[in-house]
Nanobody, 114 residues
Framework: QVQLVESGGGLVQPGGSLRLSCAAS???????MGWYRQAPGKQRELVAT???????NYGDSVKGRFFLSRDNAKNTVYLQMNSLEPEDTAVYIC?????????WGQGTQVTVSS
């Protein structure tokens, strides 16, 4: 059974940076990994995903500010978040996309506030 371990969430000031990590274990058939987020009153939205081949896909709201990288050997992804805005405040949820299904982490809170 796949398990996801997320870390790096917390409180930052507007304009600051934060780095999230997500490590997946229990499967060797992961095709892609990434981050989604959900804020109160909003549906869950894409933040960024990356395939094992290195292809990335970013949500429109984070393009140019967030950067996703991966270590395939560790099944780990790293989300570098820069120029954070209060609108980025949300629960960030890691996802591992396997060929037949998706696995979701428990989520980590990111709060951007002065």
């Amino acid at each position: 059974q796949v398990q996801l371990v997320e870390s790096g969430g917390g409180l930052v000031q507007p304009g600051g940076s934060l780095r999230l990590s997500c490590a997946a274990s229990g499967s060797i058939f992961i095709n892609a990994m990434g981050w989604y987020r959900q804020a109160p009153g909003k549906q869950r939205e894409l933040v960024a995903t990356i395939t094992k081949g290195g292809s990335t896909n970013y949500g429109d709201s984070v393009k140019g500010r967030f950067f996703l990288s991966r270590d395939n050997a560790k099944n780990t992804v790293y989300l570098q978040m820069n120029s954070l805005e209060p609108e980025d405040t949300a629960v960030y949820i890691c996802c591992a996309h396997e060929f037949i299904r998706d696995y979701w982490g428990q989520g980590t809170q990111v709060t951007v506030s002065s």
